[in-house]
Every structure is written in structure tokens, then in C-alpha cells.
């Protein structure tokens, strides 16, 4: 017999003193109601101990933030959004789903990235792919992958909560013409294979592909493009100077690592991620610049912060709700 969530959950219930719960945050709750309706911001996961004064109380070790750590984050009063990122290694079952479903509010949205088997066009040099590393992927942006193995277990338990799929299109380095080609024809591909109760983004992480072509697609199929600040790709406020670079009636902005800095030195520098390391007054003044953009043009934001774009996702979060707050103006 199969085991409900929600059972399997209780089945491991924790006492009170090794409980992952939510801090109390009153200048959050201030903040918050600042926030304009349009914006959700959200953090890229929530597993993580150095939280803990920040997010969370109690207990901080992976398995009680593995097992309470949802339900405390979806309480803190600036997030209306989440990443979740376990997606990317692998479909997730409707058993995981219905759990997170049974720990968040009605109308709270998450961001699901889509499995990297889709979004990989050539393999990386990693131990993860073995003997496929460095070849091209005969399953890139196979939409009857998505439909088969992706799709289904988030209509079946998840549909109030699921917001944009984001597809992460690995980079891929000397990109030839030909194969820039091919990619845009994929997307295209798979956008037209892809049902339309779901609504999803793409994520660049090779540059030359930001252009008109790939923009015209998105825009077709109602799809956006995620604003990113990434370490390969131009800074978030020269993507959003791109013509027609919002091309969905949302707008998603992922920031995850400054341009130019490498995600194992900002690991290694930040962590464990309770503070500001390395602040981006650029790249909050563009979120801001996004957000104004939104209000006035009608389509709604999801910004999801990385612990590597500053050094404290939840930091981040408080000074991008602060700083959103007051270009509001009185």
C-alpha cells in the first residue's frame, strides 16, 4: 500500500524542541505590506542552516529543514514565491508534490525548474553524465519528455501552486551558427508541443542566444524570457534594455551569481550565507527599474534570489521589498 505524504510525514514527526519553525519578523511584516501586488519575491530553495535568526528558528540541521523547513519558509512574511530546484536533477514524483502542496498557503506560487535531460544541449564534463559527456543531447527540448514525465505529476497535485517551469538551457561554449540554429528551432519545438495550462521561462546561459529570433518565439507562445543575473551573461539592467525582451504577460528575474564571478569562489566566500558578502547596488536598482516596468505595462514578477548573488538570499529579499517599497512613493 502506498503511504500518503502527508501520513509518511507524521509517520517521523519531530517534538517541538527538533522543529524547524518561522521567526517572528515584524520589519518583515512592515516591508511586506509595502511590496505591491504584482511582485512576488522568493528565494531560488530554502534548505539552509545559516538561515537560522534570519527565516527559521529551532531546529536548522538538513533533516528538520528538510522535513518542517517549507511549511516555516512559506510563512515568512516577504516571500510569495519559492524555486524548486530537485526538479532539475530529476521529474518530481506526485508524492514529492503533494507534500510540498500539504505545507504551503493557498495562492502561494512556486517556480519549478524543468529536468536537465530537457534543458542540456551538450553534456558537460561532469561524472554525473559518464560516458555522455561532451555530446550532444538527441532529447534537448523533447517536448514529449516534458509532457510524459514532467507534466503530469504537477496537474495531478501540485496545480494551485505551480507557476512558471523554468528552462535552464545549459551554456554551451564556441557555439557554432548551426548550432544556434538548431536551439531556436528546438524552442520552438517544444513550446508548440507543450500545453498551454502551464506557463513557462527560459533561462539563457549563452549569450548570443539573447536575439530577436529567440525573443519573437517566446513572445508567439506567450513564454518569457528570465532576466538573470548570472556570471556569463550581460547584467540584468542591459538585458532589460534589449527590445522586446519581456515577451509574456509575466516577467520572471533569477539573481544568481554577479557577472563574472564563478559559482565555487562565491561558495567558498559567502557561505554560510547569513550575511551580505558582496552587495549589487546595480542589480537592485534593476530589479526596482523591472518591477516599475511591470506595474505600468500589466504583467506580474517573480524575482527568485540566490544565495550567491549577494551572499543571503533572505537579505537580498528584504532590501530588494525595501527598495521596491519606496519607489512606490508615499
Same mark, same amino acid.
Given at each position: 500500500?502506498?503511504?500518503?505524504?502527508?501520513?509518511?510525514?507524521?509517520?517521523?514527526?519531530?517534538?517541538?524542541?527538533?522543529?524547524? @519553525?518561522?521567526?517572528?519578523?515584524?520589519?518583515?511584516?512592515?516591508?511586506?505590506?509595502?511590496?505591491?501586488?504584482?511582485?512576488?519575491?522568493?528565494? @531560488?530553495?530554502?534548505?539552509?542552516?545559516?538561515?537560522?535568526?534570519?527565516?527559521?528558528?529551532?531546529?536548522?540541521?538538513?533533516?528538520?529543514?528538510?522535513?518542517?523547513?517549507?511549511?516555516?519558509?512559506?510563512?515568512?512574511?516577504?516571500?510569495?514565491?519559492?524555486?524548486?530546484?530537485?526538479?532539475?536533477?530529476?521529474?518530481?514524483?506526485?508524492?514529492?508534490?503533494?507534500?510540498?502542496?500539504?505545507?504551503?498557503?493557498?495562492?502561494?506560487?512556486?517556480?519549478?525548474?524543468?529536468?536537465?535531460?530537457?534543458?542540456?544541449?551538450?553534456?558537460?564534463?561532469?561524472?554525473?553524465?559518464?560516458?555522455?559527456?561532451?555530446?550532444?543531447?538527441?532529447?534537448?527540448?523533447?517536448?514529449?519528455?516534458?509532457?510524459?514525465?514532467?507534466?503530469?505529476?504537477?496537474?495531478?497535485?501540485?496545480?494551485?501552486?505551480?507557476?512558471?517551469?523554468?528552462?535552464?538551457?545549459?551554456?554551451?561554449?564556441?557555439?557554432?551558427?548551426?548550432?544556434?540554429?538548431?536551439?531556436?528551432?528546438?524552442?520552438?519545438?517544444?513550446?508548440?508541443?507543450?500545453?498551454?495550462?502551464? @506557463?513557462?521561462?527560459?533561462?539563457?546561459?549563452?549569450?548570443?542566444?539573447?536575439?530577436?529570433?529567440?525573443?519573437?518565439?517566446?513572445?508567439?507562445?506567450?513564454?518569457?524570457?528570465?532576466?538573470?543575473?548570472?556570471?556569463?551573461?550581460?547584467?540584468?539592467?542591459?538585458?532589460?534594455?534589449?527590445?522586446?525582451?519581456?515577451?509574456?504577460?509575466?516577467?520572471?528575474?533569477?539573481?544568481?551569481?554577479?557577472?563574472?564571478?564563478?559559482?565555487?569562489?562565491?561558495?567558498?566566500?559567502?557561505?554560510?550565507?547569513?550575511?551580505?558578502? @558582496?552587495?549589487?547596488?546595480?542589480?537592485?536598482?534593476?530589479?526596482?527599474?523591472?518591477?516599475?516596468?511591470?506595474?505600468?505595462?500589466?504583467?506580474?514578477?517573480?524575482?527568485?534570489?540566490?544565495?550567491?548573488?549577494?551572499?543571503?538570499?533572505?537579505?537580498?529579499?528584504?532590501?530588494?521589498?525595501?527598495?521596491?517599497?519606496?519607489?512606490?512613493?508615499?
Amino acid at each position: 500500500m502506498t503511504v500518503p505524504p502527508t501520513l509518511q510525514l507524521g509517520l517521523f514527526a519531530a517534538t517541538a524542541d527538533e522543529q524547524t @519553525s518561522a521567526k517572528v519578523d515584524l520589519e518583515a511584516e512592515r516591508l511586506a505590506a509595502l511590496l505591491p501586488p504584482h511582485v512576488r519575491l522568493g528565494t @531560488s530553495s530554502w534548505t539552509f542552516s545559516g538561515w537560522k535568526g534570519l527565516v527559521y528558528e529551532g531546529d536548522t540541521r538538513m533533516p528538520a529543514l528538510t522535513r518542517d523547513g517549507l511549511r516555516a519558509y512559506a510563512k515568512h512574511p516577504l516571500f510569495r514565491t519559492v524555486g524548486i530546484d530537485r526538479s532539475y536533477y530529476a521529474p518530481l514524483t506526485e508524492a514529492d508534490l503533494a507534500a510540498y502542496a500539504a505545507a504551503l498557503p493557498d495562492g502561494f506560487e512556486t517556480v519549478s525548474k524543468v529536468w536537465d535531460e530537457v534543458t542540456t544541449f551538450v553534456f558537460p564534463d561532469h561524472p554525473r553524465y559518464g560516458a555522455r559527456a561532451g555530446k550532444k543531447n538527441p532529447r534537448f527540448l523533447d517536448a514529449g519528455l516534458v509532457r510524459e514525465l514532467v507534466l503530469p505529476a504537477y496537474a495531478a497535485a501540485f496545480a494551485s501552486h505551480t507557476g512558471p517551469f523554468l528552462l535552464e538551457l545549459a551554456p554551451v561554449r564556441s557555439l557554432l551558427r548551426d548550432d544556434q540554429a538548431s536551439i531556436l528551432v528546438a524552442i520552438e519545438r517544444l513550446l508548440s508541443g507543450l500545453p498551454e495550462t502551464f @506557463s513557462y521561462a527560459f533561462e539563457l546561459r549563452t549569450p548570443s542566444l539573447l536575439c530577436a529570433r529567440y525573443l519573437d518565439t517566446l513572445r508567439a507562445y506567450r513564454a518569457a524570457h528570465t532576466l538573470s543575473s548570472w556570471t556569463g551573461m550581460p547584467d540584468l539592467a542591459t538585458q532589460l534594455r534589449v527590445p522586446g525582451v519581456l515577451t509574456a504577460p509575466f516577467a520572471v528575474a533569477r539573481l544568481t551569481l554577479p557577472p563574472g564571478l564563478r559559482y565555487e569562489d562565491a561558495k567558498a566566500t559567502l557561505a554560510p550565507f547569513d550575511r551580505i558578502g @558582496s552587495p549589487q547596488p546595480a542589480m537592485r536598482r534593476a530589479v526596482v527599474a523591472l518591477s516599475r516596468r511591470c506595474a505600468e505595462e500589466g504583467r506580474t514578477l517573480t524575482v527568485l534570489v540566490g544565495n550567491k548573488a549577494e551572499g543571503s538570499a533572505p537579505l537580498t529579499v528584504r532590501a530588494l521589498a525595501e527598495e521596491i517599497g519606496a519607489s512606490r512613493g508615499p
